[in-house]
């Protein structure tokens, strides 16, 4: 047998296994209606920063973030923009870092890494509402800040 033959013979044997897989072909399937309802919120972080001495709320899109995380935004600061539309924070960097727990009560615990008695008033307030805005739940939380032995609260946010 030549090498002709042979080609067209394998060629013909490829072609008759390729169709012959055993997928036939039909029509489009009903599936039913797409889904519907309610779509998932979008995610977001909601802090509470200072605008002319003042607790402002920020909410911010992006990930969910861990408590933990969140609460460590209010020691970074305002970004850029929120700079540029008079944001502060009162929250100094060595607050941190943070914890959070919630207690059987629903009442939230915050312990930081300084005294709440050496940080201002207004840094207190931001955490405590910060802390309240993740506990969607309890929107009335109380919130206890505590930090090297010291306590402050329980306290709601002064909103």
């Known amino acids: ?20 897989c055993g997928v036939q072909p039909s029509d489009a399937i009903p599936a039913g209606d797409p889904p519907s309802g309610p779509t998932a919120p979008p995610l977001k972080v909601t802090l509470y920063l200072v605008k002319n001495g003042r607790l402002s709320t ?34 100094p960097p060595a607050a941190g870092p943070f914890s959070m727990i919630a207690e059987p009560t629903g009442n939230l615990v915050v312990t930081l890494s300084t005294p709440p008695s050496r940080l201002p008033a207004l840094a207190i307030d931001q955490i405590v509402c910060t802390a309240a805005a993740m506990a969607p739940e309890t929107p009335a939380a109380q919130v206890t800040v505590l930090g090297a032995g010291q306590d402050s609260g329980p306290r709601s946010c002064p909103r």
């Open 1 to 20: 047998m030549s090498a002709g033959p042979t080609r067209r013979l394998l060629a013909a044997g490829l072609l008759t296994l390729m169709a012959g």
């Open 58 to 91: 920020v909410t911010r899109p992006g990930y969910r973030l861990s408590p933990t995380d969140t609460l460590a935004l209010l020691a970074t600061g305002p970004t850029p923009r929120e700079q540029r539309q008079g944001l502060t924070t009162d929250v």
